[in-house]
């Protein structure tokens, strides 16, 4: 069974940072791309960030760019979002999301992890 | 960036009647090397992550009742339930895959 499991968010101050990770399991986890999708509160999806099976390419939405880093750690089967300069309107349930088709993160996401809140406020 | 549009908004249907959701690319994705349509539909009940429905703007994902189909191609694409039951109440988003980033609409809630 495929199952995603999103930790590491919570409160923190503008211009802090924050690290969510994202630990898959059930699944041969190098094929496939990992993705980071954020919900506001009260609001639409927004994907953030993908990352490919092999991790050598990395994709963001423009404004997150320069303030966030995706990785991914084979060894724990563990995806990673570093947030840097966090903004009030970084504020989100930050869910991850696997590609349905292995390789690069291009296709659309067929397993979910239940999110993880991240609030930036002082 | 290529902008999803929905509409309805929101859209109140009868038990056991069809709900029709309308999503609009501001560019094409059908991608004319395998024509293919790169455009998903997902089903977001409250408090729950969202679940692919529709992919290939008419592939049905796996395990997915039959009464929830996907059509268009191009631009303009549709999300259709034949027969609403009280548990597809929810918001349904489209997203395109066609190009980074992945955008998706802004939703619509379906209600009873």
């Known amino acids: 069974e495929v199952q995603l499991l999103e930790s590491g968010g919570g409160l923190v101050q503008p211009g802090g940072s924050l690290r969510v990770s994202c630990a898959a399991s059930?699944?041969?986890?190098?094929?496939?791309?990992i993705n980071w999708v954020r919900q506001a509160p009260g609001k639409g999806l927004e994907w953030v960030s993908g990352?490919?099976?092999?991790?050598?390419?990395?994709l963001y939405t423009d404004s997150v760019k320069g303030r966030f880093t995706i990785s991914r750690d084979p060894s724990r089967n563990t995806v990673s979002l570093q947030m840097n300069g966090l903004r009030a309107d970084d504020t989100a349930v930050y869910f991850c999301?696997?590609?349905?088709?292995?390789?690069?993160?291009?296709?659309?996401?067929?397993?979910w992890g239940q999110g993880t809140l991240v609030i930036v406020s002082s | 960036d290529i902008v999803m549009t929905q509409s309805p908004e929101s859209l109140a249907v009868s038990l056991g009647e069809r709900a029709t959701i309308n999503c609009k690319s501001s560019?094409?994705?059908?991608?004319?090397?395998?024509?293919?349509?790169?455009l998903a539909w997902y089903q977001q009940k409250p408090g729950q992550p969202p679940k692919l429905l529709i992919y290939?703007?008419?592939a049905r994902e796996s395990g997915v009742p039959d009464r929830f189909s996907g059509g268009g191609s191009g631009t303009d694409f549709t999300l259709t339930i034949s027969s609403l039951q009280a548990e597809d109440v929810a918001i349904y988003y489209c997203?395109?895959?066609?190009?980074?980033?992945?955008?998706f609409g802004q939703g619509t809630k379906v209600e009873i």
């Open positions: 059930g699944f041969n986890f190098n094929n496939y791309a």
């Open positions: 290939g703007a008419s």
């Open positions: 990352i490919s099976g092999s991790g050598r390419r990395t």
């Open positions: 997203q395109q895959y066609y190009t980074t980033p992945r955008t």
């Open positions: 999301a696997k590609d349905i088709l292995a390789g690069d993160p291009e296709g659309p996401f067929d397993y």
């Open positions: 560019q094409s994705v059908l991608y004319s090397s395998n024509n293919q349509n790169y």
